[in-house]
Nanobody, 115 residues
Framework: QVQLVESGGGLVQAGGSLRVSCTAS????????MGWYRQAPGKQRELVAT???????NYADSVKGRFAISREYAKNTVNMQMNSLKPEDTAVYYC?????????WGRGTQVTVSS
């Protein structure tokens, strides 16, 4: 069983920056792909960014050039720096991690961008 605990997020004005982090409880084995998804009110959860064990990153077109995902492998932690935030980035951000073919989710952290 893997627990993912998110931190960061909050309220920021448009154009501002926030950083979210997520740490996985499992330390005996390396988590595979880790990433961030988001869900805005009334919308489906969508991919924001992922990063593999090898450091390969993937971003949603809507955040390319503004968000940067990174990992601290020794700590089983994934971070995401979010710059030039827009009101449409407002959502609950969920951390995900894959281990042994199973996807685990965090409880989410709220990111609110005011105009």
């Amino acid at each position: 069983q893997v627990q993912l605990v998110e931190s960061g997020g909050g309220l920021v004005q448009a154009g501002g920056s926030l950083r979210v982090s997520c740490t996985a409880s499992e330390s005996r084995f390396s988590i595979g792909v880790m990433g961030w998804y988001r869900q805005a009110p009334g919308k489906q959860r969508e991919l924001v960014a992922t990063i593999t064990n090898g450091g390969t990153t993937n971003y949603a077109d809507s955040v390319k050039g503004r968000f940067a995902i990174s990992r601290e492998y020794a700590k089983n932690t994934v971070n995401m720096q979010m710059n030039s935030l827009k009101p449409e980035d407002t959502a609950v951000y969920y951390c995900s991690g894959t281990l042994a073919g199973r996807v685990y989710w965090g409880r989410g952290t709220q990111v609110t961008v005011s105009s």
